[in-house]
């Protein structure tokens, strides 16, 4: 991976910056401690694998919102463009695109995942294997000799590309497991199978039992069923029995209380009949008396008109005007006095005779006179009802002997008869429930028992098979155990970075011999003995100087960096070679403020020996003997609008 052209915009000190490698092969980056020279190149690992100091939002500009970063970069022949945005309102967005023709076309994935293992399976590294291999940043240029050694192993299984053996281990481990799981669960089967084969004569014992017990009970409550039946139809007997007795005795009651009905209805019409002729007297004298008071009625109109008469001769006589009856002339006042005064009397008499006939009503006495005719109007209906009534007690003195009779035929018992069959009805079937009980439950242990029979019989047929099952589980499983030992990290994998390790020390000791001039090698050590006198596996590294072996952590300073910076570019061609991911680039940060004037020109000299093997070096440093010995310097610098770099020679 070369990179051909960097942009950046709000990232860390930089507002905006645009770099263009092409054209670079081995440059210098240098300016001012705090100028944004690590800044500049922090771009890359960035953009390719979202790593840098910080998360994303601590590498925003200050009082900025969002950052972007764009790593155009040549790979295998081929230009490839990624670029990553980060908002705080917004999250990350990253896309990646590849040249075609002149025009870059989007390769992006669905998702940022999917796109990002993208860029993993192109660059054929992920973001560790790449900074233990090309880049060497500042406070970071001893990351893979002051890992751990399991943390070496894991470099070193990336650069070979082991992680497929791993894969292979983890899938065999997985069926080992499922295959352990299927083997115990056969043998448990097996376990089965043999105590059930072994308690078959047991069961075919008692099965015989339960059959003859069920016959015993199914004879039982054969002879059950049938003494029910009899009560039943005894019950049916004797009800129809109590039904009948029930049906006379209603009948008799019914004919003794028409004769009570019979009788009261004759002596009713009899009392009707006497009063009809009582009241036949009295219709002559209330004829009568509504004659009168017809008569009364008519003097009293008359009264009433007279009155009126006399009345209106008033009111002429008392207004002005008033003339004499006979003779039509205007009345005097003598003549008029005695005119009203003839009035007044006439008028006392008419109130006197109005007085003595009172208010004379018709009412009362027709009423009277219509309920008499009405009542004798009746007789003959009481006469018919006499004849009727003694016709039916006629027939029911015929009819109640006969009842009487046959009541007396049925014994008065037949109900406490009734009641006894219930009883025994009742405590048969509580019986028979009792049986039936039984008899369920014995049908279901005979059926649970030919259940347990056939199982058993199954199974005695199936043991050989499982037997021969388990048999080849076991094969397999031995199969898995060795394929997941020998391909996991103690088998072939530790068996390859065994074999990768004289190359590495090989070329870091070609490099540190130019760099200590011959005073330091440096040699890879996979097994360490324990306190107990055993082996271990390990990956230690071991310095051997003119004092003799030591362990690297025993080194700092210049000796140190010399010692990582070897057996990175180490690592660097080895992923070059067997992997074959064309890593192209190589970063040294600030490395050489740790040496002396002749530690730096030795490293000058190890950069420009290897340059062959890079196609890009960068060195970012501050110090002028280092930056003079680069033919290409970019200078980075800072003002109060942030960082800027300027390509200088």
Not at 28 to 53: D, H, M
Not at 579 to 593: I, P
Not at 600 to 610: M, P, T
Request: aromatic share 4%.
């Amino acid at each position: 991976m070369i990179p051909q052209r960097l942009i950046a915009h709000n990232f860390l000190s930089y507002k905006h910056v645009e770099l263009d490698f092409q054209g670079l092969q081995l440059a210098c980056l240098f300016g001012e401690n705090g100028a944004g020279k690590s800044a500049l190149l922090e771009v890359i690992p960035y953009a390719l694998f979202s790593k840098g100091r910080c998360r994303a939002d601590g590498l925003v500009r200050h009082n900025e919102t969002n950052h972007s970063v764009e790593l155009i970069f040549l790979l295998d022949g081929e230009r490839y463009n990624v670029r990553r945005v980060y908002s705080r309102k917004g999250g990350t967005t990253l896309n990646l695109w590849r040249e075609v023709g002149n025009v870059f076309q989007n390769i992006s994935g669905p998702t940022i995942a999917d796109t990002q293992r993208q860029i993993v399976e192109l660059l054929r590294l992920d973001y560790e294997t790449f900074v233990h291999t090309s880049l060497f940043l500042q406070g970071d240029a001893d990351r893979f000799t002051t890992s751990t050694p399991a943390g070496r192993k894991e470099v070193l299984a990336n650069i070979l590309s082991l992680s497929d053996l791993e894969a292979i281990s983890a899938r065999a481990k997985e069926r080992l497991k499922e295959e352990q799981v299927h083997l115990a669960t056969s043998q448990a089967t097996i376990l089965s199978f043999e105590e059930r084969i072994q308690k078959l004569p047991e069961w075919e014992e008692e099965w015989g039992g339960k059959q003859s017990e069920l016959i015993l009970i199914e004879t039982q409550l054969s002879l059950e069923e049938e003494v029910l039946a009899k009560l039943r139809g005894w019950k049916e007997s004797a009800s129809a029995t109590q039904v009948r007795q029930d049906a006379l005795r209603q009948r008799r009651d019914t004919l003794l209380q028409q004769q009570v009905k019979f009788a009261k209805r004759i002596e009713a019409a009899t009392e009707a009949l006497e009063v009809a002729k009582g009241l036949e007297q009295q219709i002559p004298e209330l004829e009568r008396a509504l004659a009168e008071i017809a008569v009364a009625v008519q003097r009293k109109v008359q009264l009433d008109d007279e009155y009126r008469r006399l009345s209106d001769r008033r009111r002429r006589l008392e207004g002005q005007g008033a003339t004499c009856t006979l003779c039509g002339q205007p009345l005097s006042k003598m003549h008029r006095e005695k005119e009203l005064k003839q009035l007044n009397t006439q008028e006392r008499q008419i109130i006197r005779e109005q007085k003595s006939i009172g208010t004379p009503t018709t009412g009362p006495t027709e009423r009277q006179l219509r309920e008499v005719h009405r009542l004798l109007g009746e007789a003959s209906s009481h006469k018919a009802t006499i004849e009727t009534c003694e016709k039916d007690l006629e027939e029911v003195a015929q009819s109640l002997p006969g009842v009487e009779s046959e009541l007396a035929g049925i014994p008065k018992e037949v109900s406490t008869l009734v009641r006894k069959i219930e009883d025994d009805l009742v405590g048969w079937a509580s019986r028979q429930k009792g049986t039936q009980h039984k008899h369920k439950e014995t049908l279901s242990q005979v059926g649970m028992l030919e259940a347990r029979i056939q199982d058993a019989r199954n199974a005695k047929e199936e043991l050989p098979k499982t037997k021969k099952l388990v048999t080849e589980r076991r094969t397999r499983i031995s199969n898995l155990e060795f394929l997941t030992e020998a391909f996991s990290t103690t088998g072939l994998q530790a068996y390859l970075i065994e074999e990768a390790l004289p190359e590495i020390e090989r070329e870091a000791n070609l490099l540190l011999n130019k760099l200590s001039g011959g005073r330091i090698q440096v040699s890879l050590q996979t097994q360490r003995e324990t306190q107990s006198g055993n082996l271990r596996e390990t990956l230690d590294i071991l310095v051997q100087d003119e004092e003799g072996i030591k362990a690297f952590n025993s080194f700092s300073g210049g000796e140190a960096f010399r010692i990582s910076f070897a057996i990175r570019v180490a690592l660097s061609k080895l992923l070059t070679q067997r992997a074959g991911a064309n890593v192209g680039l190589l970063v040294v940060d600030e490395g050489f403020g740790t040496q002396d004037a002749a530690g730096r020109a030795a490293l000058v000299e190890a950069i420009s020996i290897i340059q062959n093997d890079f196609p890009m070096i960068l060195c970012i440093s501050h110090m002028e003997d280092v930056r003079d010995a680069f033919p290409t310097q970019v200078l980075v610098t800072k003002d109060k609008d942030g960082s800027r770099v300027q390509l200088v020679g």
